[in-house]
C-alpha cells in the first residue's frame, strides 16, 4: 500500500501534489489508497505501480480536495513506476524533478504523503545512502532515508531544501509494519527516463548487452591477474562468465574471463551495477565499455540492443576451468554422460563425478554434475588434463580459476591454493527477462 497526501502551509515551494488516490478493485470493491504527484500542468502525475496495479478505477484527491478521475497511462513493475494522467479545465500546480545523482549521504530530505489515509503529512530526516540494491527488482537503486514513511506514503514526493523532487517514496524495512528510520526512495533519475517513456508510448524499453556476469572474489581477482586498487579492498568490476551468442556483448568482442570497470565513463563497481547502467540506456546507441582482458585495461564500443527483443538462453561458450586434487573426482564427457545432462557434441570439458565434503572444492562450491571446460585458461577435455593444469596452477602458488557448466549456464569458480574456496558460484546478471546486462 502506499500513501499520499496534503499541503501545509507555510512551505518555501507550493503543494499541488499531495494528494489522496482511491483505486478500485473488482468484485469486492475493495479499495486501496496511495500518495502520488503531479509533474506537468497538464496532468501528469506519478505514483507507485503497487498502489495502481489491478485497479479497475482510479480517483486523484488534491490538496485542496478536488476529486478528478484518472486514467492510468502507463506502469512500469520492474521499477514500480506508473504514470497516470487527470482532466481539468485549468491548468494545475506541479513539481518539477531535481536531480537525484547530486544527492549527498547526510542531506536533509522531506517526505510527503497521506499516511494511513489520515491526510497529508511531511516528514524529515537525512538521506542515509545511495544506490541501494535490496533484492526488490533487477533495477534497484534506491536512495536510503531515514525520514519515517508510513503506509500509505508510497509513491508521494522527497525532496531536497531547495524544493525539488529527488525520489519518489516506495518502501520501508519494518518488522513492525511501523517506520524505524530506514526507508526506500526511487531516484528522479530513473522516475525522469521511465516516466518520458510511459508518456511516449505506454511502455518502457530497456537496453541489452547479453552478458553473464559475476562477482569478483578476492581469490578469483589473483586467478585473473587483477591490479589491486588498495590493501584489502573488494575487487570491482562484473567478471564476464560469458556471451549471449549474436548479443550486442559478443559482436562487440567482450569475451569470458573480461572485467567490466566502466559503462560510458561511470565506474561499475558489480554486476548489478552493470545491469542499472546498461538497463539505462536506449535501444539503438553506443556505448563505450571499459574492461580489464589479462590484467590490462581496455575500451570498445557496443551498440546496445533492446532487452524486450533479446532471447532469453545465456549464451554459452566452450572454454572454461576445471580442477581436482582438490576434493573432487573427474569422469570423461561421454556419449551417455551428453544425453543424461542434455549437452550437445560442441560442449567439452570433464564432469565432477563426486566432492568431498569439507573438501575446498566443496566448500567453493563445486556440485556434481559441473562440466569443468577449463582451468587457468586452458581448455581441458579429459581428467588427465585437468589435473595436469590443477597441478600447474597449485604449484605457482596462485588461486585455481575453473570455468564451470552448470545447467545450461556458464560460471567461474576460483579456489585458493591454501585450501579456502570462495563460492562466487552465483550472479548471473542476463539469463532471463529481469536482467539487463
Given at each position: 500500500m502506499g500513501?499520499?497526501?496534503?499541503?501545509?502551509g507555510?512551505?518555501?515551494?507550493p503543494?499541488?501534489?499531495p494528494?489522496?488516490m482511491a483505486?478500485q478493485?473488482?468484485?469486492?470493491?475493495?479499495?486501496?489508497r496511495g500518495s502520488?504527484?503531479?509533474i506537468?500542468?497538464d496532468?501528469?502525475?506519478?505514483t507507485n505501480?503497487?498502489?495502481?496495479?489491478g485497479?479497475?478505477k482510479?480517483?486523484?484527491?488534491?490538496?485542496?480536495?478536488t476529486?478528478?478521475?484518472a486514467?492510468i497511462?502507463?506502469?512500469d513493475?520492474?521499477?514500480?513506476?506508473a504514470?497516470?494522467?487527470?482532466?481539468?479545465t485549468q491548468?494545475l500546480?506541479f513539481i518539477?524533478l531535481?536531480?537525484s545523482?547530486?544527492?549527498?549521504?547526510?542531506?536533509?530530505?522531506v517526505?510527503?504523503?497521506?499516511?494511513?489515509?489520515?491526510?497529508?503529512?511531511?516528514?524529515?530526516g537525512?538521506?542515509?545512502?545511495r544506490g541501494?540494491d535490496i533484492?526488490?527488482?533487477?533495477?534497484?537503486?534506491?536512495i536510503?532515508?531515514?525520514?519515517?514513511?508510513?503506509?500509505?506514503n508510497s509513491?508521494?514526493?522527497?525532496?531536497?531544501q531547495?524544493?525539488?523532487?529527488?525520489?519518489v517514496?516506495?518502501?520501508?524495512?519494518?518488522?513492525?509494519?511501523g517506520s524505524?528510520?530506514?526507508?526506500?526512495a526511487?531516484?528522479?533519475?530513473?522516475?525522469?527516463n521511465?516516466?518520458?517513456?510511459?508518456?511516449?508510448?505506454?511502455h518502457v524499453?530497456r537496453?541489452y548487452?547479453?552478458?553473464n556476469?559475476?562477482?569478483?572474489?578476492?581469490?578469483?581477482?589473483?586467478a585473473?591477474?587483477m591490479p589491486?586498487?588498495?590493501?584489502?579492498?573488494p575487487?570491482?568490476?562484473?567478471l564476464?562468465?560469458?556471451t549471449?551468442p549474436?548479443?550486442?556483448?559478443e559482436?562487440a568482442g567482450?569475451?569470458?574471463?573480461?572485467?567490466v570497470?566502466d559503462?560510458n565513463?561511470?565506474?561499475?563497481?558489480?554486476?548489478?551495477?552493470?545491469?542499472?547502467?546498461?538497463?539505462?540506456?536506449?535501444?539503438?546507441?553506443?556505448?563505450?565499455?571499459?574492461?580489464?582482458?589479462?590484467g590490462?585495461p581496455?575500451?570498445l564500443?557496443?551498440?546496445?540492443?533492446?532487452?524486450?527483443?533479446?532471447?532469453?538462453?545465456?549464451g554459452?561458450?566452450?572454454?572454461?576451468?576445471?580442477g581436482?586434487h582438490?576434493?573432487?573426482?573427474?569422469t570423461?564427457?561421454?556419449?551417455d554422460?551428453?544425453?543424461?545432462?542434455g549437452?550437445?557434441?560442441d560442449?567439452?570439458?570433464?564432469v565432477?563425478?563426486d566432492v568431498q565434503?569439507?573438501?575446498?572444492?566443496d566448500q567453493?562450491?563445486i556440485r556434481?554434475?559441473?562440466v569443468?571446460?577449463?582451468v587457468?585458461n586452458?581448455?581441458?577435455?579429459?581428467?588427465?588434463?585437468?589435473v595436469?593444469?590443477v597441478?600447474?596452477?597449485?604449484?605457482?602458488?596462485?588461486p585455481?580459476?575453473?570455468?564451470?557448466?552448470?545447467d545450461?549456464?556458464?560460471?567461474?569458480?576460483?579456489i585458493?591454493p591454501d585450501?579456502t574456496?570462495d563460492?562466487?558460484?552465483?550472479g548471473a546478471?542476463?539469463?532471463?527477462d529481469?536482467?539487463?546486462?
Amino acid at each position: 500500500m502506499g500513501g499520499m497526501g496534503g499541503g501545509m502551509g507555510g512551505m518555501p515551494f507550493p503543494f499541488p501534489f499531495p494528494f489522496q488516490m482511491a483505486p478500485q478493485q473488482s468484485r469486492q470493491q475493495i479499495e486501496a489508497r496511495g500518495s502520488g504527484f503531479l509533474i506537468s500542468a497538464d496532468g501528469y502525475v506519478v505514483t507507485n505501480n503497487h498502489v495502481v496495479k489491478g485497479a479497475t478505477k482510479v480517483t486523484v484527491t488534491l490538496d485542496d480536495g478536488t476529486t478528478l478521475p484518472a486514467k492510468i497511462i502507463g506502469r512500469d513493475g520492474k521499477t514500480d513506476l506508473a504514470l497516470l494522467k487527470v482532466t481539468s479545465t485549468q491548468k494545475l500546480p506541479f513539481i518539477e524533478l531535481g536531480e537525484s545523482d547530486d544527492v549527498q549521504a547526510g542531506e536533509w530530505v522531506v517526505a510527503v504523503g497521506n499516511p494511513y489515509g489520515l491526510g497529508g503529512t511531511v516528514t524529515a530526516g537525512i538521506v542515509s545512502a545511495r544506490g541501494r540494491d535490496i533484492n526488490e527488482g533487477p533495477y534497484d537503486n534506491f536512495i536510503q532515508i531515514d525520514a519515517p514513511i508510513n503506509r500509505g506514503n508510497s509513491g508521494g514526493p522527497l525532496f531536497t531544501q531547495d524544493g525539488k523532487v529527488v525520489g519518489v517514496n516506495s518502501m520501508i524495512l519494518s518488522p513492525s509494519g511501523g517506520s524505524i528510520g530506514i526507508g526506500f526512495a526511487i531516484p528522479s533519475d530513473t522516475v525522469r527516463n521511465v516516466t518520458d517513456q510511459l508518456r511516449k508510448t505506454g511502455h518502457v524499453v530497456r537496453g541489452y548487452l547479453g552478458v553473464n556476469a559475476q562477482v569478483i572474489s578476492p581469490a578469483m581477482a589473483k586467478a585473473l591477474n587483477m591490479p589491486v586498487s588498495a590493501p584489502g579492498a573488494p575487487p570491482a568490476g562484473a567478471l564476464v562468465a560469458s556471451t549471449s551468442p549474436d548479443s550486442p556483448a559478443e559482436k562487440a568482442g567482450l569475451k569470458a574471463e573480461d572485467i567490466v570497470t566502466d559503462f560510458n565513463g561511470q565506474k561499475v563497481s558489480s554486476p548489478h551495477d552493470l545491469a542499472v547502467r546498461v538497463a539505462s540506456v536506449a535501444p539503438g546507441t553506443d556505448a563505450k565499455i571499459g574492461y580489464l582482458r589479462g590484467g590490462k585495461p581496455q575500451t570498445l564500443t557496443v551498440k546496445i540492443g533492446n532487452l524486450a527483443k533479446a532471447s532469453n538462453d545465456g549464451g554459452i561458450e566452450g572454454s572454461a576451468s576445471s580442477g581436482p586434487h582438490l576434493g573432487v573426482s573427474l569422469t570423461p564427457l561421454s556419449g551417455d554422460i551428453r544425453r543424461q545432462l542434455g549437452l550437445g557434441s560442441d560442449v567439452h570439458g570433464v564432469v565432477v563425478n563426486d566432492v568431498q565434503p569439507g573438501s575446498p572444492a566443496d566448500q567453493a562450491g563445486i556440485r556434481p554434475g559441473d562440466v569443468i571446460q577449463s582451468v587457468s585458461n586452458q581448455s581441458v577435455d579429459s581428467p588427465r588434463a585437468a589435473v595436469t593444469a590443477v597441478r600447474g596452477a597449485l604449484a605457482a602458488k596462485k588461486p585455481v580459476l575453473l570455468r564451470v557448466l552448470r545447467d545450461g549456464q556458464s560460471l567461474f569458480i576460483a579456489i585458493s591454493p591454501d585450501g579456502t574456496g570462495d563460492g562466487s558460484d552465483s550472479g548471473a546478471t542476463n539469463g532471463g527477462d529481469d536482467d539487463d546486462n
